[in-house]
């Protein structure tokens, strides 16, 4: 398997992070151990469980880790919603944000496909 860091999905998941951090600046200081800690974790959850995946021995192993960031992405996704109709992301940072993780999660549901065939 190559190295996590030349997967276009890690690549892609990684610039999610970044962008929910980013984001997450903004929000109210009263969400930092609410909203702002679960969407950054659940965001990290992507990249990070795509890396861990890469590190084991079989492509069942990291077809079950892909399936896990595909749940963490699922979580940013409600989250993004969430923090959209609290009034803390406006319409173009959740629909950018959104189309991120849309495209992340085809990228995803491929490579499962891919290695369970």
Known sequence: MAQFQNLNVWKLAH????????????FPADEKYRLTDQICRAAASVPMNISEGTG???DKDLANFLCIARGSL????YQLILARDLGYLDEKGFADLSAK??????????????LRS
């Open 74 to 77: 699922y979580e940013v996704q």
């Open 15 to 26: 610039e999610l992070v970044l962008d929910v951090y980013r984001i997450t600046k903004k």
């Open 101 to 114: 993780c849309d495209n992340i999660g085809r990228k995803l549901n491929a490579f499962i496909r891919k």
């Open 56 to 58: 084991r021995s079989t």
